[in-house]
């Protein structure tokens, strides 16, 4: 299971054996079962997780309503980054939509082997880019998309999430009530 991670990391820049040596002591893999929450609203975040297998969803409770605004599935990485940056507490949820085999780092680890390997540091860095770029051009979509193209981007850039997400869930993350997502899949299938 960590190659996954391995090779995810050798992407973006190649690793020693020593280097690889290193991760692979400090890795911890869990197994989350289906609904499980790995960090709700209020509290701090200390880890963050690289998704080997599973769905894991964030969500916002607004006026009681669950607003989903992010999916992550294999091979990306799940931070609450300002909670866990800025040791305050999170405005979201993060659950597993079906089971999860997750890689669980926290900051104690990760500094630690920052200090023996700047490289990885390097690494960190550019997957927090990779991160912040998906996040930005994500929010971006709800100020200029419709909920229509916002479907029709998930289809495209996304379609595995149509199988393995309930229907109000995905109504969710495009802004739409579930009655509102069947009336615009029966306009696009018409």
């Not at 997750?102 to 860095?125: D, H």
């Not at 990779?130 to 200029?144: D, H, I, M, N, R």
Request: proline share 4%.
């Amino acid at each position: 299971m960590e190659q996954k991670l391995l090779a995810y990391f050798s992407k973006i820049l190649p690793l020693s054996q020593e280097e690889i040596d290193a991760i692979v002591a400090t890795l911890t893999i869990k197994i989350y079962p289906k609904g499980s929450v790995l960090l709700s609203e209020g509290e701090i975040s200390s880890e963050a997780y690289f998704v080997l297998d599973g769905c894991v969803r964030q969500y916002f409770l607004v006026d009681g309503e669950e607003k989903t605004n992010n999916f992550f599935t294999e091979e990306q990485w799940v931070i609450s980054m300002q909670s866990m940056t800025y040791n305050s507490p999170s405005k979201h949820f993060l659950a597993c939509i079906d089971e999860c085999t997750l890689v669980v780092g926290n900051r104690e680890k990760e500094e630690l082997l920052y200090s023996q390997f700047p490289k990885l540091a390097t690494i960190s860095r550019k997957v927090m880019e990779k991160v912040f770029a998906e996040q930005q051009e994500l929010s971006g979509s709800y100020f200029t998309d419709t909920p229509e193209e916002r479907y029709l981007n998930l289809i495209h850039t996304r379609p595995e999430l149509l199988q393995r997400v309930p229907q109000y869930i995905i109504a969710s993350y495009i802004g739409v009530k579930p009655e509102s997502l069947s009336r615009i899949r029966n306009r696009l299938w018409l």
